[in-house]
């Protein structure tokens, strides 16, 4: 069985905030991000479904200036919240990667198992 990779406090990410991760996967860099909506946790690859890039130009900086929707900064791609799919930009239809995390002990966890 694969252990879950600890990320962060729980805390650090706030209500209508994301985070960005890199945790190591079998010796690789696994770029991540998180976003706290309602209360939940969602979590996909930082990769960008069109051209396979990161999604931020800033550090941690996913979301729309209204927190609505994740936006690739590089082509303005919008995704939603709930599934990462694609509703505006280069790429409609495609999505995210969604990423297994959960909250444990006032942790943030990812989840290896399926990866």
């Not at 729980?10 to 010796?27: D, K, L, M, Q, V």
């Not at 297994?100 to 198992?113: H, K, M, N």
Request: glycine share 8%; aromatic share 8%; net charge negative.
């Amino acid at each position: 069985m694969t252990e879950p990779i600890a990320l962060c406090p729980s805390g650090e990410i706030g209500e209508n905030e994301s985070r960005g991760f890199t945790p190591s996967i079998n010796g690789s860099p696994y770029p991540v991000f998180a976003v706290r909506k309602n209360g939940q946790l969602v979590a996909y690859r930082n990769l960008c479904p069109h051209a396979y890039i990161p999604l931020e130009w800033v550090p941690d900086e996913f979301l729309t200036s209204d927190k609505s929707l994740i936006q690739c900064a590089n082509h303005g791609a919008l995704f939603t919240l709930d599934t990462g799919e694609c509703v505006a930009g280069p790429c409609p239809g495609q999505s995210l990667q969604a990423v297994e995390i959960s909250e444990s002990d006032g942790t943030v966890y990812l989840q290896t198992a399926n990866l």
